[in-house]
């Protein structure tokens, strides 16, 4: 997760298809994963806009 954050410092809200985290103050808050799921590389879901 820090990788990701680093190599994509706009991206405000990202998922890996288990949780889906929102980045405030450079900190990720993440949801509590699903039941069942098959995590996924991360994956922007949300870039700041410009």
């Given at each position: 997760?820090?990788?990701?954050?680093?190599?994509?410092p706009d991206c405000k809200e990202f998922?890996?298809?288990?949780?889906?985290?929102?980045?405030?103050?450079?900190?990720?808050?993440?949801?509590?994963?699903?039941?069942?799921?098959?995590?996924?590389a991360y994956q922007?879901?949300?870039?700041?806009?410009?």
């Amino acid at each position: 997760m820090k990788e990701f954050m680093q190599t994509n410092p706009d991206c405000k809200e990202f998922t890996d298809q288990c949780s889906i985290c929102t980045v405030a103050d450079g900190k990720a808050e993440c949801s509590t994963p699903q039941i069942a799921c098959v995590k996924q590389a991360y994956q922007c879901t949300a870039p700041a806009s410009k």
